[in-house]
């Protein structure tokens, strides 16, 4: 795989699929990753590219080398406002039959591009846009996501106030995520209320630890950070404070253990090899939008981490257990 990080006009070769730096051949297929922030702070982002490369690679495994897929992954960094640039510039190459990628903002910026560049499609996860035939979306059930996450926020809180810090505002955050974590804190523990915050930045530690203090002051004893790399200053205000932390997409035991209580995880890998793999077979869905949820495999609550089991009373964990097996079971539905 090459890697290409866009704001620093910087082309590095990685993995196994180029001996040295270059283009694909014209009759060599290309796919690019164009990862709308930075890995190293953003694991849903590492498992996109891990699950595209893994479906590429089998692929290549029964190709020669003249007609192996060339995959390139792109960095776009945390400026929001530069991506519908870097994705026009990246289409405007001509070199990739299929741009993947992962963001819920990325279908309106995604759309004036695709009409631009009528041969050029895109396959988009964590986001929903239906009616293009040169886009394919699938999302994840962020309400049920949300969901449990309020539920056991709401039953380790002592003070019945629990906070989310979001590093900006956008659609599936104001309409799925916060209310839904409202809605499971309030089925959980009726009465418990919501602060939520916004930092305004993807990567400003220093604002998120100062929110954090300010909501702690405010009586708040557990916080939901979604907010890349700005988490880190919740979580180390958490730390001095003693709150707790919510996780949300990966398994964040590992970031301050007993002070993180819960993760909420989106196999993002599997989802991102899967969608590869169905657009090397020629099978994309092209102009859907597919949800998948807890039932699905797709989104888990972690159980078995013994962080988590260290950290949460048996009482909750068995809590927990039942209303993940209501919503796998079909008792609890919540649609997004």
């Known amino acids: 795989m090459s890697y290409r990080k866009t704001g620093a006009a910087v082309l590095v070769c990685v993995g196994l699929l180029f001996s040295a730096c270059r283009t694909a051949r014209p009759h060599s297929e290309a796919i690019a990753v164009f990862v709308p922030g930075i890995m190293a702070d953003s694991p849903i982002y590492a498992m996109l590219a891990e699950g595209v490369q893994a479906a590429v690679d089998a692929a290549n495994t029964t190709r020669d080398a003249d007609s192996r897929i060339a995959l390139t992954l792109f960095e776009a960094g945390t400026n929001q406002a530069e991506w519908g640039a870097q994705l026009t510039a990246l289409a405007a190459e001509g070199t990739y039959s299929v741009i993947i990628s992962s963001n819920p903002s990325l279908p309106d910026l995604v759309e004036p591009i695709a009409a631009q560049f009528p041969e050029q499609k895109f396959i988009l996860l964590d986001a929903t846009k239906a009616g293009n035939r040169q886009i394919a979306t699938v999302c994840y059930n962020q309400r049920e996501q949300a969901y449990v996450t309020g539920s056991i926020a709401a039953r380790m809180s ?42 305004g930045s993807w990567s400003d530690a220093s604002k998120g630890a100062e929110l954090a203090a300010a909501l ?13 790399g700005a ?27 007993g002070t993180v209580i819960s993760s909420t995880i989106i196999r993002q890998a599997d989802m991102a090899e899967q969608m590869t793999a169905e657009y090397l077979a020629g099978k994309t869905a092209w102009g859907t ?38 919503i796998q079971d079909g008792t609890l539905a919540l649609p997004q």
Do not use: K
């Open 158 to 199: 002592q003070s019945h106030q629990i906070g989310l810090i979001a590093a900006q505002e956008y659609p599936v955050m104001n309409n799925i995520i916060l209310p839904g974590f409202q809605e499971g804190a309030n089925a959980a523990v009726p009465g418990t209320t919501v602060d939520f915050r916004v930092i």
């Open 216 to 228: 702690h002051n405010t009586g708040v004893d557990v916080i939901l950070p979604i907010c890349g």
């Open 231 to 257: 988490a880190q200053g919740v979580i180390s205000t958490a730390q001095e404070r003693g709150m707790f932390i919510t996780w949300f997409d990966s398994n964040g035991f590992d970031r301050a253990p």
């Open 289 to 326: 939008a597919r949800t998948v949820g807890i039932a699905d495999g797709f989104i888990d609550f972690v159980q078995d981490d013994p962080r988590y089991t260290a950290t949460v009373p048996l009482s909750v964990r068995d809590e927990l257990a039942a209303l993940i097996g209501s």
